[in-house]
Protein backbone atom coordinates (compact mmCIF):
# COMPACT_ATOMS: atom_id res chain seq x y z
CA UNK A 1 0.00 0.00 0.00
CA UNK A 2 1.31 3.46 -0.42
CA UNK A 3 1.92 6.12 1.51
CA UNK A 4 -1.07 8.55 2.55
CA UNK A 5 -0.37 11.84 1.39
CA UNK A 6 -3.80 13.38 2.41
CA UNK A 7 -5.68 12.34 5.50
CA UNK A 8 -9.17 13.35 6.90
CA UNK A 9 -9.66 12.57 10.66
CA UNK A 10 -13.89 13.11 11.71
CA UNK A 11 -13.99 15.91 9.73
CA UNK A 12 -17.25 17.56 9.87
CA UNK A 13 -18.40 21.24 7.96
CA UNK A 14 -21.64 23.02 8.84
CA UNK A 15 -22.80 25.91 7.30
CA UNK A 16 -25.19 27.25 10.17
CA UNK A 17 -27.66 25.00 11.63
CA UNK A 18 -26.98 22.37 7.86
CA UNK A 19 -24.05 19.63 8.34
CA UNK A 20 -23.21 19.07 4.61
CA UNK A 21 -19.60 16.58 5.52
CA UNK A 22 -20.59 14.46 8.51
CA UNK A 23 -17.58 12.73 10.38
CA UNK A 24 -15.47 11.53 7.45
CA UNK A 25 -12.82 9.49 7.48
CA UNK A 26 -10.57 8.89 4.51
CA UNK A 27 -6.81 8.56 3.57
CA UNK A 28 -5.86 9.19 0.08
CA UNK A 29 -2.60 7.35 -1.58
CA UNK A 30 0.38 8.88 -2.84
CA UNK A 31 -0.36 8.62 -6.84
CA UNK A 32 -3.57 7.45 -7.07
CA UNK A 33 -6.70 8.78 -9.08
CA UNK A 34 -9.44 8.76 -5.85
CA UNK A 35 -13.01 10.45 -6.97
CA UNK A 36 -15.57 11.72 -4.85
CA UNK A 37 -18.67 10.94 -6.64
CA UNK A 38 -22.23 11.56 -5.63
CA UNK A 39 -25.29 14.43 -6.79
CA UNK A 40 -25.41 17.82 -5.95
CA UNK A 41 -25.58 18.82 -2.22
CA UNK A 42 -24.15 15.24 -0.84
CA UNK A 43 -20.50 17.32 0.37
CA UNK A 44 -18.10 16.71 -1.88
CA UNK A 45 -17.07 19.99 -3.45
CA UNK A 46 -17.22 20.98 0.09
CA UNK A 47 -14.63 17.93 0.90
CA UNK A 48 -12.41 19.76 -1.95
CA UNK A 49 -12.62 22.98 -0.99
CA UNK A 50 -11.71 22.08 2.48
CA UNK A 51 -8.49 20.00 1.60
CA UNK A 52 -7.31 23.14 -0.78
CA UNK A 53 -8.20 25.77 1.68
CA UNK A 54 -10.79 27.41 0.54
CA UNK A 55 -13.00 26.55 3.36
CA UNK A 56 -12.61 26.08 6.79
CA UNK A 57 -13.74 22.29 8.76
CA UNK A 58 -15.76 23.01 11.45
CA UNK A 59 -13.97 20.29 13.15
CA UNK A 60 -11.43 17.26 12.27
CA UNK A 61 -8.03 17.29 11.10
CA UNK A 62 -6.56 17.42 7.71
CA UNK A 63 -3.14 16.48 6.89
CA UNK A 64 -1.17 16.93 3.39
CA UNK A 65 1.97 14.68 3.56
CA UNK A 66 1.72 14.49 7.21
CA UNK A 67 0.92 17.74 8.32
CA UNK A 68 -1.86 19.69 9.98
CA UNK A 69 -3.37 22.36 7.57
CA UNK A 70 -5.85 23.68 9.10
CA UNK A 71 -3.91 26.94 9.91
CA UNK A 72 -2.08 26.99 6.34
CA UNK A 73 -3.46 29.33 3.23
CA UNK A 74 -4.39 27.17 0.08
CA UNK A 75 -0.96 28.40 -1.44
CA UNK A 76 0.98 26.86 1.54
CA UNK A 77 -0.83 23.40 1.02
CA UNK A 78 1.49 22.13 -1.72
CA UNK A 79 -1.82 21.39 -3.56
CA UNK A 80 -3.59 22.99 -6.96
CA UNK A 81 -6.91 23.08 -8.10
CA UNK A 82 -8.44 23.20 -11.40
CA UNK A 83 -11.93 24.74 -11.58
CA UNK A 84 -14.79 23.52 -14.08
CA UNK A 85 -14.68 27.30 -15.72
CA UNK A 86 -11.12 26.77 -16.18
CA UNK A 87 -10.20 30.66 -14.59
CA UNK A 88 -7.72 32.08 -17.28
CA UNK A 89 -6.93 35.44 -17.52
CA UNK A 90 -8.60 36.39 -20.22
CA UNK A 91 -5.78 39.30 -21.48
CA UNK A 92 -3.00 37.29 -21.13
CA UNK A 93 -1.06 34.64 -23.72
CA UNK A 94 -1.29 30.84 -22.86
CA UNK A 95 2.55 31.02 -21.81
CA UNK A 96 2.06 33.81 -19.53
CA UNK A 97 -1.35 31.76 -18.35
CA UNK A 98 0.85 29.08 -17.55
CA UNK A 99 3.66 30.70 -16.02
CA UNK A 100 2.11 32.39 -14.00
CA UNK A 101 2.36 30.72 -10.84
CA UNK A 102 6.08 30.92 -11.48
CA UNK A 103 6.55 34.15 -11.91
CA UNK A 104 4.40 35.17 -8.52
CA UNK A 105 7.58 33.06 -6.93
CA UNK A 106 10.09 34.99 -9.31
CA UNK A 107 11.52 31.61 -10.59
CA UNK A 108 14.28 32.53 -13.43
CA UNK A 109 12.86 33.53 -17.03
CA UNK A 110 14.79 30.80 -18.40
CA UNK A 111 13.43 27.94 -16.21
CA UNK A 112 10.21 29.15 -16.38
CA UNK A 113 10.53 28.96 -20.89
CA UNK A 114 11.69 25.55 -20.48
CA UNK A 115 9.02 24.52 -17.90
CA UNK A 116 5.94 25.92 -20.11
CA UNK A 117 7.80 24.50 -22.92
CA UNK A 118 7.52 21.13 -21.33
CA UNK A 119 4.30 21.58 -19.91
CA UNK A 120 2.17 22.39 -22.86
CA UNK A 121 3.81 19.27 -24.68
CA UNK A 122 2.68 17.27 -22.48
CA UNK A 123 -0.80 18.43 -22.41
CA UNK A 124 -0.80 18.49 -25.96
CA UNK A 125 -0.58 22.08 -26.38
CA UNK A 126 2.82 23.10 -27.93
CA UNK A 127 2.39 26.09 -30.85
CA UNK A 128 -0.26 27.48 -28.63
CA UNK A 129 2.14 29.83 -26.88
CA UNK A 130 1.22 33.17 -27.96
CA UNK A 131 -3.09 32.72 -28.33
CA UNK A 132 -5.19 34.49 -26.07
CA UNK A 133 -8.30 32.16 -23.89
CA UNK A 134 -10.86 33.47 -26.11
CA UNK A 135 -9.11 31.79 -29.15
CA UNK A 136 -9.08 28.92 -27.63
CA UNK A 137 -11.47 25.65 -27.73
CA UNK A 138 -13.39 24.49 -24.28
CA UNK A 139 -10.74 21.70 -24.47
CA UNK A 140 -7.78 23.66 -25.32
CA UNK A 141 -9.02 25.92 -22.29
CA UNK A 142 -9.18 22.97 -20.04
CA UNK A 143 -5.47 21.46 -20.57
CA UNK A 144 -4.26 24.98 -20.41
CA UNK A 145 -6.01 25.27 -16.22
CA UNK A 146 -4.08 21.96 -16.11
CA UNK A 147 -0.98 22.67 -17.64
CA UNK A 148 -1.09 26.15 -14.88
CA UNK A 149 -1.76 24.16 -11.75
CA UNK A 150 0.60 20.97 -12.96
CA UNK A 151 3.49 23.34 -13.67
CA UNK A 152 3.92 24.71 -10.00
CA UNK A 153 5.02 20.46 -9.75
CA UNK A 154 2.00 20.24 -6.45
CA UNK A 155 1.91 16.97 -4.63
CA UNK A 156 -1.80 16.73 -5.03
CA UNK A 157 -4.04 18.24 -8.06
CA UNK A 158 -7.35 18.54 -6.56
CA UNK A 159 -9.92 18.96 -9.98
CA UNK A 160 -13.48 20.14 -9.53
CA UNK A 161 -16.19 18.82 -11.91
CA UNK A 162 -13.32 20.08 -14.66
CA UNK A 163 -14.87 18.60 -18.09
CA UNK A 164 -18.51 19.53 -17.03
CA UNK A 165 -18.78 22.83 -19.37
CA UNK A 166 -17.69 19.95 -22.28
CA UNK A 167 -19.55 18.27 -25.27
CA UNK A 168 -19.42 14.31 -24.73
CA UNK A 169 -17.55 13.18 -27.34
CA UNK A 170 -14.62 15.93 -26.51
CA UNK A 171 -15.28 15.22 -22.63
CA UNK A 172 -14.68 11.79 -22.82
CA UNK A 173 -11.28 12.01 -25.11
CA UNK A 174 -10.09 14.15 -21.99
CA UNK A 175 -11.10 11.63 -19.89
CA UNK A 176 -8.71 9.50 -21.01
CA UNK A 177 -5.88 12.28 -21.44
CA UNK A 178 -6.19 13.23 -17.57
CA UNK A 179 -6.02 9.51 -16.76
CA UNK A 180 -2.22 9.43 -19.18
CA UNK A 181 -1.23 12.49 -17.94
CA UNK A 182 -2.42 11.49 -14.29
CA UNK A 183 -0.08 7.96 -14.46
CA UNK A 184 2.67 9.89 -16.34
CA UNK A 185 3.00 12.35 -13.91
CA UNK A 186 2.53 10.14 -10.89
CA UNK A 187 0.95 12.78 -9.14
CA UNK A 188 -2.35 12.70 -6.56
CA UNK A 189 -5.27 13.59 -8.30
CA UNK A 190 -8.30 14.17 -6.29
CA UNK A 191 -11.32 14.66 -8.61
CA UNK A 192 -15.24 15.45 -7.75
CA UNK A 193 -18.01 15.11 -9.92
CA UNK A 194 -21.34 13.10 -10.56
CA UNK A 195 -20.81 11.54 -13.49
CA UNK A 196 -21.04 7.92 -12.93
CA UNK A 197 -19.36 7.02 -16.31
CA UNK A 198 -16.67 9.36 -15.53
CA UNK A 199 -15.47 7.94 -12.50
CA UNK A 200 -15.70 4.34 -13.32
CA UNK A 201 -13.39 4.85 -16.25
CA UNK A 202 -10.81 7.40 -14.55
CA UNK A 203 -10.42 6.14 -11.02
CA UNK A 204 -7.65 4.15 -9.22
CA UNK A 205 -10.79 4.70 -5.88
CA UNK A 206 -14.27 5.70 -5.79
CA UNK A 207 -15.39 7.45 -2.68
CA UNK A 208 -19.40 7.66 -3.49
CA UNK A 209 -21.02 10.10 -0.89
CA UNK A 210 -24.51 10.60 0.06
CA UNK A 211 -26.10 13.07 2.03
CA UNK A 212 -22.59 14.38 3.83
CA UNK A 213 -21.24 10.47 4.47
CA UNK A 214 -19.17 8.35 2.37
CA UNK A 215 -21.09 5.31 1.87
CA UNK A 216 -18.71 3.65 0.07
CA UNK A 217 -14.92 3.55 -0.41
CA UNK A 218 -13.49 0.98 -2.93
CA UNK A 219 -12.33 0.70 -6.55
CA UNK A 220 -14.40 0.78 -9.45
CA UNK A 221 -14.80 -2.88 -9.81
CA UNK A 222 -15.77 -3.50 -6.57
CA UNK A 223 -17.98 -0.12 -6.44
CA UNK A 224 -19.99 -1.72 -9.43
CA UNK A 225 -20.38 -5.40 -8.57
CA UNK A 226 -20.37 -5.43 -5.17
CA UNK A 227 -22.34 -2.64 -4.21
CA UNK A 228 -22.49 -1.67 0.06
CA UNK A 229 -25.68 0.04 0.11
CA UNK A 230 -28.96 0.43 -1.66
CA UNK A 231 -27.54 3.87 -2.52
CA UNK A 232 -24.31 3.34 -4.00
CA UNK A 233 -26.42 0.31 -5.79
CA UNK A 234 -28.47 2.45 -7.50
CA UNK A 235 -26.18 5.40 -8.20
CA UNK A 236 -23.41 3.38 -9.76
CA UNK A 237 -24.61 2.52 -13.35
CA UNK A 238 -27.85 1.24 -14.13
CA UNK A 239 -29.47 -1.59 -11.43
CA UNK A 240 -32.66 -2.70 -10.96
CA UNK A 241 -33.36 -3.29 -6.88
CA UNK A 242 -35.67 -5.43 -4.98
CA UNK A 243 -36.92 -4.36 -1.35
CA UNK A 244 -38.16 -7.10 0.95
CA UNK A 245 -37.76 -9.62 3.65
CA UNK A 246 -35.50 -13.11 3.94
CA UNK A 247 -37.93 -15.76 3.41
CA UNK A 248 -35.47 -18.90 4.43
CA UNK A 249 -31.05 -19.01 4.64
CA UNK A 250 -29.34 -22.30 3.50
CA UNK A 251 -26.25 -21.29 3.88
CA UNK A 252 -25.16 -18.63 1.75
CA UNK A 253 -28.02 -19.08 -0.51
CA UNK A 254 -31.38 -16.79 0.84
CA UNK A 255 -34.81 -16.40 -0.06
CA UNK A 256 -36.27 -13.12 -0.38
CA UNK A 257 -39.77 -12.20 -0.47
CA UNK A 258 -40.60 -9.10 -2.14
CA UNK A 259 -43.35 -7.20 -3.31
CA UNK A 260 -42.79 -8.15 -6.97
CA UNK A 261 -42.45 -11.74 -6.00
CA UNK A 262 -39.45 -14.37 -4.67
CA UNK A 263 -35.87 -14.07 -5.21
CA UNK A 264 -32.87 -15.97 -4.56
CA UNK A 265 -29.51 -14.31 -3.55
CA UNK A 266 -26.13 -15.34 -1.33
CA UNK A 267 -25.48 -13.18 0.76
CA UNK A 268 -23.90 -14.27 4.50
CA UNK A 269 -25.14 -12.31 8.21
CA UNK A 270 -28.85 -12.91 7.12
CA UNK A 271 -31.46 -13.79 8.97
CA UNK A 272 -35.03 -15.39 8.47
CA UNK A 273 -37.43 -11.76 8.76
CA UNK A 274 -34.96 -9.53 8.62
CA UNK A 275 -35.58 -6.91 5.73
CA UNK A 276 -32.85 -5.97 3.10
CA UNK A 277 -32.23 -5.25 -0.39
CA UNK A 278 -31.24 -7.45 -3.76
CA UNK A 279 -29.26 -5.96 -6.57
CA UNK A 280 -29.26 -7.44 -10.25
CA UNK A 281 -27.72 -5.70 -12.97
CA UNK A 282 -29.78 -5.85 -16.46
CA UNK A 283 -26.88 -7.11 -18.23
CA UNK A 284 -27.06 -10.22 -15.48
CA UNK A 285 -31.36 -10.26 -15.40
CA UNK A 286 -32.82 -13.29 -18.01
CA UNK A 287 -36.38 -14.00 -19.00
CA UNK A 288 -38.24 -17.36 -19.21
CA UNK A 289 -41.52 -18.28 -20.29
CA UNK A 290 -42.29 -20.81 -17.48
CA UNK A 291 -41.08 -20.04 -13.54
CA UNK A 292 -37.43 -20.82 -12.70
CA UNK A 293 -36.50 -22.64 -9.64
CA UNK A 294 -35.57 -20.04 -6.62
CA UNK A 295 -37.82 -17.68 -8.29
CA UNK A 296 -41.53 -16.32 -8.71
CA UNK A 297 -41.23 -13.25 -10.34
CA UNK A 298 -43.96 -12.77 -13.10
CA UNK A 299 -44.14 -9.99 -15.56
CA UNK A 300 -45.10 -8.14 -18.86
CA UNK A 301 -42.96 -7.29 -21.28
CA UNK A 302 -43.19 -3.35 -21.82
CA UNK A 303 -40.93 -1.96 -24.73
CA UNK A 304 -37.57 -1.91 -26.26
CA UNK A 305 -35.02 1.06 -26.35
CA UNK A 306 -32.73 0.80 -29.21
CA UNK A 307 -29.18 2.16 -27.42
CA UNK A 308 -26.57 1.93 -30.03
CA UNK A 309 -24.40 -0.93 -28.15
CA UNK A 310 -27.17 -2.48 -26.37
CA UNK A 311 -31.10 -3.12 -26.32
CA UNK A 312 -32.94 -2.59 -22.84
CA UNK A 313 -36.12 -4.51 -22.02
CA UNK A 314 -38.70 -2.34 -19.82
CA UNK A 315 -40.74 -5.35 -18.03
CA UNK A 316 -44.03 -4.06 -16.12
CA UNK A 317 -43.81 -6.19 -12.83
CA UNK A 318 -47.23 -7.56 -10.81
CA UNK A 319 -46.38 -4.75 -7.85
CA UNK A 320 -46.68 -1.56 -10.34
CA UNK A 321 -42.73 -1.39 -10.67
CA UNK A 322 -40.62 -1.45 -14.07
CA UNK A 323 -37.44 -3.56 -14.18
CA UNK A 324 -35.01 -3.32 -17.30
CA UNK A 325 -32.78 -6.11 -18.69
CA UNK A 326 -29.86 -5.29 -21.60
CA UNK A 327 -29.43 -7.34 -24.27
CA UNK A 328 -26.53 -6.43 -27.36
CA UNK A 329 -29.41 -8.16 -29.86
CA UNK A 330 -33.21 -7.86 -29.19
CA UNK A 331 -34.87 -11.24 -28.39
CA UNK A 332 -36.62 -12.00 -31.51
CA UNK A 333 -38.79 -14.30 -29.15
CA UNK A 334 -40.05 -11.83 -27.00
CA UNK A 335 -43.05 -9.28 -27.90
CA UNK A 336 -44.95 -6.21 -26.37
CA UNK A 337 -47.14 -7.57 -24.16
CA UNK A 338 -45.41 -10.86 -23.62
CA UNK A 339 -46.19 -12.25 -20.38
CA UNK A 340 -42.41 -13.56 -18.88
CA UNK A 341 -40.73 -15.13 -15.63
CA UNK A 342 -37.64 -13.28 -14.42
CA UNK A 343 -34.89 -14.94 -13.22
CA UNK A 344 -30.83 -14.95 -12.78
CA UNK A 345 -27.65 -16.79 -11.62
CA UNK A 346 -28.01 -16.08 -7.84
CA UNK A 347 -24.53 -15.10 -7.26
CA UNK A 348 -24.38 -12.51 -9.97
CA UNK A 349 -26.86 -10.40 -7.37
CA UNK A 350 -25.83 -8.51 -4.36
CA UNK A 351 -27.40 -9.06 -0.95
CA UNK A 352 -27.56 -5.87 1.11
CA UNK A 353 -28.19 -4.68 4.84
CA UNK A 354 -31.09 -2.28 4.96
CA UNK A 355 -28.58 -0.29 7.62
CA UNK A 356 -26.56 1.97 6.16
CA UNK A 357 -23.12 2.65 7.22
CA UNK A 358 -22.19 5.93 8.52
CA UNK A 359 -18.59 6.86 7.30
CA UNK A 360 -16.39 5.16 5.08
Known amino acids: MAESIVSLENVEKRFGSNLVVRKMNMEIQAGEFLTLLGPSGCGKTTTLRMIAGFEDASSGIIKVQGERVENKEPYQRDVNTVFQNYSLFPHMTVYDNVAYGLMIKKVPKDE????????????????????????????????????R????????????????????????QMQIELKRLQRKLGITFVYVTHDQEEALTMSDRIAVMNGGVIEQLADPRTIYDHPKTR??????????????????????RIQVQTPAGLITTYGEGFQVGEEMHVSIRPEYLDASREPVEGFDLPAAVKDFTYMGTVVKTALDMKDGSETKFSRIEQDDQLREGDPVYLFWRPEK????????PQGG
Open 149 to 172: ALINRPKVLLLDEPLGALDLKLRK
Open 231 to 252: FVAGFIGESNIFDGAVKAVNGK
Open 349 to 356: SVAIKKTV
Open 112 to 147: IAVRVAEMLTMVQLGGFEKRKPDELSGGQKQRVAIA
